[in-house]
């Protein structure tokens, strides 16, 4: 581990109450050491072990302890103290705190951020070996893993209640070695290439006032925008309206409709690699009207005449010197069997010429459109290959992982 390793990196560490606590602070130092930036969470019961100042005066930081701190509010909410950070740990991680996260809690600081945060977490428990073995704080462990959290020791040893057994908080060094590898930089492989991202919902105008869209957040398509950019490809995001920040680092293109996407993605070509995430409006209004459709006069039940948008993805697959070299698209379908869920990804792999088809299951309770989570299958001219359940972040790095390994293991066909 280097000195500046974790420069420009920032990490929103939680001190909860348990008598490793006095750890944490060694692991303040040594983060700090390292470059990255620390803010740190106290719950109550971890200023119990160890002081508030002691906190501030090793990171450097103000120490957060209260949820409704109107000072707090006012100059950083804990909205925005969860999510400018890189990754969240929590050091040490009660058998409590634990067992209100699984509950999703949000009744203190440290559960209000771990409930609003959209980065990485990281939890080293330290507690009894007892009570880490009880069933209760197992399922709790099951909870948080299962949301996405990941896990850090605990280790076997003395534990501080004079016992011996599983429930010692893993070492600083431990923790770090994990921060470290969580933050790790991908090696920027796609430097020198140029790729485009559609992301979002397209709005097709019904009149000055309403539009057909769909419920697309744009969340996968702007993390995979993000992903490629931090494997050092030059990026541009064609994106419908979404309240998703501008990912870093990358050109964004913000568009309403569908014919406007497609304009913006011909306009942004050449490009190597293509991914086409947009969940496109398929129709249009055939005449969006001038001004607000009113009711009076209207019978009840009014029909629309829609006409199909331009198909962008197909569009720009077709065979000719602007093909992108790797052109991705992505299957929404509402069906649950993976089998016939591959099957539709193949048959719209073939329809629209694509190299690779990433295929996910939108029905309402997957929890998919809008979530955090996405379950993909990955259609290739090779196979299927199913992916566990994932961070839509984590489906982004993988699949930027791919793309770059396509295309350094052959510059021309992609399998
Ligand atoms: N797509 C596109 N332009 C459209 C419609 C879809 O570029 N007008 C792209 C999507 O971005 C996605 C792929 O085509 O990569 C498949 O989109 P999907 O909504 O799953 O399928 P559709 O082609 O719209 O077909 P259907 O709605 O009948 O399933």
Redesign the pocket.
């Known amino acids: 581990m280097s000195a500046g390793a974790l420069e420009t990196r920032s990490v929103l560490l939680v001190i909860a109450g348990g008598i490793a606590a006095y750890k944490s602070l060694e692991l303040i130092r040594r983060l700090k050491d390292r470059g990255a930036r620390v803010r740190c969470v106290l719950t109550r019961a971890g200023a119990e072990f160890v002081t508030p100042l002691s906190v501030a005066a090793l990171s450097g930081e103000k120490v957060h302890q209260e949820l409704l701190s109107l000072t707090d509010e006012s100059e950083m909410g804990h909205i925005r103290l969860a999510r400018d950070c890189d990754l969240v740990v929590v050091a040490p991680a009660t058998a409590d705190l634990l067992a209100r996260m699984a509950q999703g809690r949000a009744d203190d600081l440290a559960t209000a951020v771990l409930l609003a945060t959209d980065k990485p977490i990281l939890l080293a428990p330290a507690m009894n070996a007892q009570m880490w073995s009880h069933p209760a704080t197992q399922r709790n462990v099951q909870t948080v893993t299962g949301d996405g959290a990941h896990l850090v020791g605990p280790a076997a040893g003395d534990l501080a209640c004079g016992e011996v057994g599983v429930g010692r908080m893993a070492e600083p060094d431990e923790i770090l070695a994990r921060i470290e590898t969580m933050l790790a930089r991908p090696a920027r492989l796609l430097e020198g290439k140029m790729a485009l991202v559609?992301s979002g919902p397209t709005r097709e105008a019904i009149d000055p006032v309403r539009y057909l869209g769909n419920f697309s957040s744009g969340k996968q398509g702007h993390a995979i925008a993000a992903a490629l950019a931090e494997r050092g490809a030059r990026v541009v995001l064609v994106t419908g309206p979404t309240a998703e920040p501008d990912p870093a680092g990358v050109t964004v293109q913000r568009i309403e409709t569908?014919q406007q996407?497609l304009d913006a993605c011909r306009a942004a070509l050449p490009v190597d690699i293509a991914v086409?995430?947009?969940?496109?409006?398929?129709w249009r209004p055939v005449a969006p009207a001038a001004a607000k459709l009113k009711k009076d006069g209207q019978p009840s039940a009014i029909a629309l005449a829609v006409t199909e948008?331009?198909?962008?993805?197909?569009t720009l697959a077709r065979p000719g010197t602007t093909r992108p070299q790797l052109v991705v698209?992505?299957?929404?379908?509402t069906e649950a069997d993976p089998a016939r869920l591959i099957e539709?990804a193949r048959a719209?792999r073939a329809s629209?010429n694509?190299d690779w088809?990433v295929a996910n299951d939108v029905s309402p309770g997957t929890g998919v459109l809008g979530g955090r989570r996405n379950t993909v299958h990955v259609v290739t001219a090779g196979g299927a290959e199913s992916w566990p359940t994932l961070d839509k972040n984590d489906v982004a790095a993988r699949l930027a992982d791919r793309i770059a390994a396509a295309l350094q293991a052959d510059g021309r066909a992609i399998a």
Do not use: H, Q, Y
């Open positions: 559609t569908g996407m086409f995430a947009a969940a496109v409006a398929d948008n331009p198909d962008i993805l197909a698209g992505f299957a929404a379908e539709r719209k629209k694509c088809v």
